[in-house]
Protein backbone atom coordinates (compact mmCIF):
# COMPACT_ATOMS: atom_id res chain seq x y z
CA UNK A 1 0.00 0.00 0.00
CA UNK A 2 2.93 2.31 0.57
CA UNK A 3 6.45 2.74 -0.38
CA UNK A 4 9.26 2.61 2.35
CA UNK A 5 10.52 5.42 3.47
CA UNK A 6 14.48 5.97 3.23
CA UNK A 7 13.99 8.29 6.32
CA UNK A 8 13.91 6.44 9.23
CA UNK A 9 12.38 9.36 11.09
CA UNK A 10 9.47 9.73 8.35
CA UNK A 11 8.87 5.96 8.62
CA UNK A 12 8.53 5.26 12.33
CA UNK A 13 5.91 8.55 12.36
CA UNK A 14 3.76 7.66 9.47
CA UNK A 15 4.16 3.75 10.18
CA UNK A 16 0.67 1.94 11.59
CA UNK A 17 0.79 -1.26 13.37
CA UNK A 18 -2.68 -1.22 13.16
CA UNK A 19 -3.03 -1.03 9.01
CA UNK A 20 0.90 -2.35 8.45
CA UNK A 21 1.51 0.60 6.08
CA UNK A 22 2.56 4.12 6.37
CA UNK A 23 -1.61 6.09 6.85
CA UNK A 24 -2.10 9.69 7.72
CA UNK A 25 -4.70 9.78 10.31
CA UNK A 26 -7.53 12.24 11.40
CA UNK A 27 -9.89 12.56 14.21
CA UNK A 28 -13.00 13.07 13.22
CA UNK A 29 -16.02 14.21 15.47
CA UNK A 30 -19.90 13.41 14.75
CA UNK A 31 -22.95 15.22 16.22
CA UNK A 32 -25.74 13.10 16.71
CA UNK A 33 -27.33 14.28 13.46
CA UNK A 34 -24.91 12.84 11.34
CA UNK A 35 -23.07 16.17 10.55
CA UNK A 36 -19.37 16.37 11.38
CA UNK A 37 -19.01 18.94 13.71
CA UNK A 38 -14.69 18.31 13.88
CA UNK A 39 -11.99 17.50 11.91
CA UNK A 40 -8.53 17.50 12.86
CA UNK A 41 -4.97 18.36 10.94
CA UNK A 42 -3.80 15.41 9.75
CA UNK A 43 -1.22 13.16 12.08
CA UNK A 44 1.46 10.38 11.21
CA UNK A 45 -0.10 7.17 12.06
CA UNK A 46 1.92 6.29 14.52
CA UNK A 47 0.97 8.95 16.73
CA UNK A 48 -2.42 6.96 19.32
CA UNK A 49 -5.87 8.27 19.60
CA UNK A 50 -5.38 9.37 23.15
CA UNK A 51 -2.51 11.95 21.65
CA UNK A 52 -4.46 13.25 18.75
CA UNK A 53 -7.76 13.89 21.30
CA UNK A 54 -5.50 16.00 23.79
CA UNK A 55 -3.54 17.46 21.26
CA UNK A 56 -5.88 18.85 18.24
CA UNK A 57 -8.40 21.22 19.80
CA UNK A 58 -11.03 19.16 20.30
CA UNK A 59 -11.59 18.98 23.97
CA UNK A 60 -11.72 23.33 24.08
CA UNK A 61 -14.77 23.22 21.96
CA UNK A 62 -16.54 21.09 24.74
CA UNK A 63 -18.94 22.62 27.08
CA UNK A 64 -19.90 21.28 30.92
CA UNK A 65 -22.89 18.63 30.48
CA UNK A 66 -21.53 17.63 26.90
CA UNK A 67 -21.00 13.61 26.34
CA UNK A 68 -18.76 12.42 24.10
CA UNK A 69 -19.15 8.63 23.21
CA UNK A 70 -15.75 7.07 21.63
CA UNK A 71 -14.13 3.60 21.15
CA UNK A 72 -12.48 1.62 23.99
CA UNK A 73 -9.01 3.23 22.72
CA UNK A 74 -9.78 6.52 23.88
CA UNK A 75 -8.73 6.33 27.08
CA UNK A 76 -9.21 9.99 27.39
CA UNK A 77 -12.03 9.90 30.59
CA UNK A 78 -10.06 12.38 32.92
CA UNK A 79 -9.01 14.44 30.16
CA UNK A 80 -12.45 15.42 29.30
CA UNK A 81 -13.59 15.53 32.64
CA UNK A 82 -11.36 18.65 32.88
CA UNK A 83 -13.93 20.31 30.61
CA UNK A 84 -16.69 19.01 33.14
CA UNK A 85 -17.69 17.00 29.99
CA UNK A 86 -18.45 12.88 30.28
CA UNK A 87 -17.18 9.95 28.02
CA UNK A 88 -19.09 7.38 27.78
CA UNK A 89 -17.72 3.75 26.30
CA UNK A 90 -19.51 0.54 25.27
CA UNK A 91 -19.43 -1.63 28.58
CA UNK A 92 -17.45 -4.57 28.54
CA UNK A 93 -16.81 -7.56 30.13
CA UNK A 94 -13.15 -7.20 31.59
CA UNK A 95 -13.05 -8.36 35.09
CA UNK A 96 -16.47 -9.67 34.83
CA UNK A 97 -19.00 -12.79 33.90
CA UNK A 98 -21.24 -10.93 32.11
CA UNK A 99 -22.61 -7.58 32.01
CA UNK A 100 -25.78 -6.70 33.68
CA UNK A 101 -29.06 -5.79 32.06
CA UNK A 102 -28.94 -2.07 32.34
CA UNK A 103 -24.90 -2.14 30.84
CA UNK A 104 -26.37 -5.00 28.34
CA UNK A 105 -29.70 -2.51 27.14
CA UNK A 106 -26.62 0.37 27.15
CA UNK A 107 -24.53 -1.52 25.40
CA UNK A 108 -27.76 -1.77 22.25
CA UNK A 109 -27.91 2.07 22.32
CA UNK A 110 -24.78 2.61 21.77
CA UNK A 111 -24.01 0.53 18.85
CA UNK A 112 -27.21 2.35 17.31
CA UNK A 113 -25.32 5.12 17.73
CA UNK A 114 -22.63 4.04 16.82
CA UNK A 115 -23.40 2.98 13.43
CA UNK A 116 -24.11 6.83 12.19
CA UNK A 117 -19.92 7.23 12.69
CA UNK A 118 -19.21 4.14 10.11
CA UNK A 119 -22.35 5.39 7.74
CA UNK A 120 -20.54 8.80 7.39
CA UNK A 121 -17.13 7.47 7.34
CA UNK A 122 -18.31 4.97 4.36
CA UNK A 123 -20.17 8.00 2.33
CA UNK A 124 -16.51 10.07 2.84
CA UNK A 125 -15.19 7.21 0.81
CA UNK A 126 -17.45 6.35 -1.31
CA UNK A 127 -18.30 10.17 -2.39
CA UNK A 128 -14.68 11.10 -3.08
CA UNK A 129 -12.61 8.47 -4.20
CA UNK A 130 -9.46 10.38 -4.02
CA UNK A 131 -9.56 9.42 -0.22
CA UNK A 132 -9.24 5.89 -1.11
CA UNK A 133 -6.04 6.51 -3.10
CA UNK A 134 -2.56 6.57 -2.05
CA UNK A 135 -1.01 10.26 -1.26
CA UNK A 136 1.85 11.93 -2.63
CA UNK A 137 4.03 12.81 0.17
CA UNK A 138 4.32 16.29 -1.77
CA UNK A 139 0.38 16.81 -0.41
CA UNK A 140 1.51 16.08 3.17
CA UNK A 141 3.72 19.25 3.52
CA UNK A 142 3.49 22.58 4.10
CA UNK A 143 4.49 24.92 1.40
CA UNK A 144 5.44 28.76 2.50
CA UNK A 145 4.25 29.97 5.59
CA UNK A 146 1.05 28.16 5.03
CA UNK A 147 -0.70 26.53 8.58
CA UNK A 148 -2.16 23.85 6.91
CA UNK A 149 -1.00 20.84 4.34
CA UNK A 150 -2.74 20.53 1.06
CA UNK A 151 -4.37 16.87 2.24
CA UNK A 152 -5.41 18.97 5.30
CA UNK A 153 -7.55 21.27 2.98
CA UNK A 154 -8.57 18.14 1.12
CA UNK A 155 -10.21 15.83 3.82
CA UNK A 156 -12.10 19.51 5.57
CA UNK A 157 -13.59 20.21 1.81
CA UNK A 158 -14.48 16.62 1.36
CA UNK A 159 -15.93 16.91 4.89
CA UNK A 160 -17.17 20.28 4.12
CA UNK A 161 -19.58 18.78 0.92
CA UNK A 162 -20.34 15.40 3.09
CA UNK A 163 -22.11 18.16 5.58
CA UNK A 164 -23.73 19.54 2.34
CA UNK A 165 -25.68 15.84 1.59
CA UNK A 166 -28.99 14.47 2.83
CA UNK A 167 -28.34 13.17 6.38
CA UNK A 168 -27.54 9.62 6.89
CA UNK A 169 -28.98 9.34 10.23
CA UNK A 170 -32.83 9.43 10.30
CA UNK A 171 -34.42 11.69 12.68
CA UNK A 172 -36.32 9.26 14.64
CA UNK A 173 -33.08 7.90 14.96
CA UNK A 174 -31.51 11.22 17.06
CA UNK A 175 -32.75 10.75 20.69
CA UNK A 176 -31.37 7.78 22.95
CA UNK A 177 -32.82 6.72 26.21
CA UNK A 178 -29.41 6.45 27.37
CA UNK A 179 -29.14 10.12 27.82
CA UNK A 180 -32.35 11.41 27.17
CA UNK A 181 -31.06 13.62 23.95
CA UNK A 182 -27.64 13.11 21.91
CA UNK A 183 -28.11 16.00 20.71
CA UNK A 184 -25.09 17.87 23.02
CA UNK A 185 -23.05 14.43 22.28
CA UNK A 186 -20.34 14.09 20.40
CA UNK A 187 -18.90 10.96 18.44
CA UNK A 188 -15.13 10.64 18.06
CA UNK A 189 -13.62 8.35 16.15
CA UNK A 190 -10.11 7.64 14.11
CA UNK A 191 -10.29 8.03 10.16
CA UNK A 192 -6.76 6.93 8.37
CA UNK A 193 -5.39 7.61 4.91
CA UNK A 194 -3.86 5.49 2.75
CA UNK A 195 -0.72 7.04 1.98
CA UNK A 196 2.70 6.83 -0.89
CA UNK A 197 5.54 8.46 0.36
CA UNK A 198 7.39 9.17 -2.43
CA UNK A 199 10.23 10.92 -0.65
CA UNK A 200 12.25 10.84 2.44
CA UNK A 201 11.55 14.56 3.04
CA UNK A 202 11.21 15.37 6.82
CA UNK A 203 7.80 15.22 7.87
CA UNK A 204 6.56 16.42 11.29
CA UNK A 205 4.77 14.19 13.89
CA UNK A 206 1.30 16.19 13.17
CA UNK A 207 0.84 17.61 9.98
CA UNK A 208 -0.63 21.05 11.29
Not at 9 to 16: A, D, L, M, P
Not at 60 to 75: C, E, H, I, M, N
Not at 76 to 100: H, N, R
Not at 176 to 203: D, E, H, K, N, Y
Amino acid sequence: FSERPKDFEVRNQTYSHYKSHNTVKYLIAIAPQGVISFISHGWGGRASDKTITENCGLLKKLLPGDQVLADRGFTIKDSIGMYCAELVLPPFTKGKSQLSQIEVDNARVISRVRIHVERVIGMLHQKYSILNTTLPIALLMHEGNESYAFVDKLVTVCCALCNCCTSTVHLSEVVSPLCGSWFTTTIVTAMRLFMVLQCSRGLSHSLM
